[in-house]
T-cell receptor, first 115, second 111 residues
Framework: NAGVTQTPKFRILKIGQSMTLQCTQD?????MYWYRQDPGMGLKLIYY???????DKGEVPNGYNVSRSTTEDFPLRLELAAPSQTSVYFC??????????????FGSGTRLTVV | TQLLEQSPQFLSIQEGENLTVYCNSS?????LQWYRQEPGEGPVLLVTVVTGGEVKKLKRLTFQFGDARKDSSLHITAAQPGDTGLYLC???????????FGKGMKLTVNP
């Protein structure tokens, strides 16, 4: 039971290149999220999904796209990489238990550098 | 504008000392969570608090949710080097499961 798996772990892109960050979960949770973490800035929500076929924008969606064709996978796409997208990207899932509140499980992250 | 303000942002202490981290906001949250993150890894959930005034304990860690559900604190007793890491608070508002994160508090516990 791996939880949330992100690939790749590291990537260097040139300006204008594109790439897909992969996120796969084996916990059968509907809610999935993509966050980016910049130094000293906490985590900011890029996109999220409440189930297969349903996605929505978060706080910082510009320059990114997502899709959710299955419960397990939630890839994040960068079409034209820019230096401002240099960051660490985390994929997460949430368990929904109204009485206990929500808890996230995160992957180990993808460190992306755009040069 | 940061919705959740954490203080202090950095703390370096000796093993055995106590410390308190604060997470403050002018907004009300339906739940508030605390995470710990180590270098090169994703944040790991420590606790979720949902009721105003709630206190939860996890070994040497004590978490409190403010009565008005706008703030929270994390108290660590007798800190150990293994407590070193980035401590993040995060809140959910209304019926949403989307989280807003604070900037974090970087803790270093020296042996």
């Amino acid at each position: 039971n791996a939880g949330v798996t992100q690939t790749p772990k590291f990537r260097i892109l040139k300006i204008g290149q594109s790439m897909t960050l992969q996120c796969t979960q084996d916990m059968n949770h509907n809610y999935m999220y993509w966050y980016r973490q910049d130094p000293g800035m906490g985590l900011k929500l890029i996109y999220y999904s409440v189930g297969a076929g349903i996605t929505d924008k978060g706080e910082v969606p510009n320059g990114y796209n997502v899709s959710r064709s299955t419960t397990e996978d939630f890839p994040l796409r960068l079409e034209l990489a820019a230096p401002s997208q240099t960051s660490v990207y985390f994929c997460g899932i949430s368990s929904r238990a109204p009485k206990e509140g929500y808890g996230y499980t995160f992957g180990s992250g993808t460190r992306l550098t755009v040069v | 504008t940061q919705l959740l303000e954490q203080s202090p942002q950095f703390l370096s202490i000796q093993e055995g000392e106590n410390l308190t981290v604060y997470c403050n906001s002018s907004s009300v949250f339906s739940s508030l969570q605390w995470y710990r993150q180590e270098p090169g890894e994703g944040p790991v959930l420590l606790v979720t608090v949902v009721t105003g005034g709630e206190v939860k304990k996890l070994k040497r860690l004590t978490f409190q949710f403010g009565d008005a559900r706008k703030d929270s604190s994390l108290h660590i007793t007798a800190a150990q080097p293994g407590d070193t890491g980035l401590y993040l608070c995060a809140g959910a508002q209304g019926g949403s499961e989307k989280l807003v994160f604070g900037k974090g508090m970087k803790l270093t516990v020296n042996p």
